[in-house]
């Protein structure tokens, strides 16, 4: 079954402006993670965020996690060509397993 | 450092020949492995995990299996390929812990298609 859901599918924005996703999920979660594919390649780990958090920050990246509405969001900041890939959020599954269930993803077109 | 291999990097086979693709894992011990496939704009299926050697979990009902022979190594199989077969194949481990930390690391897929 399907855990994350983000949005937009797709995002086209202007090379220093702000691109924000979002992540909807169903379950109890322990951590949500979110990732990056540039395509043709694999995916690369970006950020994670524990249930009790509510903010993160890595650099340009920061993710916000809501476990009330079951809901995460990934802002760039002041984003640049290189960021246009595809992002996904991930959220664990029960048990020690290190499952992951991986979101649809929202693809991201920062234009120069 | 930790790398993962994938390889191929591509690979066009006709319906109804096997298929063995091969994740290799270098610099950690006991890893957690993982067999995705991405459809075209889509985002990851889980097919297979491993926890440890000779121990596979299969999470879809499908025309594939896994093996893990060796530590470190896993591997992607079929006897029979079909069309539906074709996608991105994406290897990934993690660190075998208990705890909430669970990062998953990609080697680079391999892209299968099928005619």
């Known amino acids: 079954s399907q855990q994350g859901e983000e949005d937009p599918q797709a995002l086209s924005i202007q090379e220093g402006e702000n691109a924000t996703m979002n992540c909807s999920y169903k379950?109890?979660?322990?951590?949500l993670q979110w990732y990056r594919q540039n395509s043709g390649r694999g995916l690369v780990h970006l950020i994670l965020i524990r249930s009790n958090e509510r903010e993160k920050h890595s650099g340009r990246l920061r993710v916000t996690l809501d476990t009330s509405k079951k809901s995460s969001s990934l802002l760039i900041t002041a984003s640049r060509a290189a960021d246009t890939a595809s992002y996904f959020c991930?959220?664990?599954?029960?048990?020690?397993?290190?499952?992951?269930?991986f979101g649809q993803g929202t693809t991201l077109q920062v234009k120069p | 450092s930790q790398t993962i291999h994938q390889w191929p990097a591509t690979l066009v086979q006709p319906v109804g020949s096997p298929l063995s693709l091969e994740c290799t894992v270098e610099?950690?011990?006991?890893?957690?492995l993982y067999w995705y496939r991405q459809a075209a704009g889509r985002g990851l299926q889980l097919l297979f995990y491993?926890?440890?050697?000779?121990?596979i979990s299969s999470e879809v009902p499908q025309n594939l299996s896994a093996s893990r022979p060796q530590d470190r190594q896993f591997i992607l199989s079929s006897k029979k390929l079909l069309l539906s077969d074709s996608g991105f194949y994406l290897c990934?481990?993690?660190?075998?812990?208990?705890?909430?930390?669970?990062?998953?690391?990609f080697g680079p897929g391999t892209r299968l298609t099928v005619l």
């Open positions: 991930a959220t664990d599954a029960e048990g020690n397993t290190g499952k992951l269930i």
């Open positions: 610099g950690t011990s006991n890893p957690n």
């Open positions: 379950t109890s979660i322990n951590n």
């Open positions: 491993s926890i440890g050697i000779g121990q």
């Open positions: 990934a481990w993690s660190v075998r812990r208990r705890g909430k930390r669970n990062e998953q690391f």
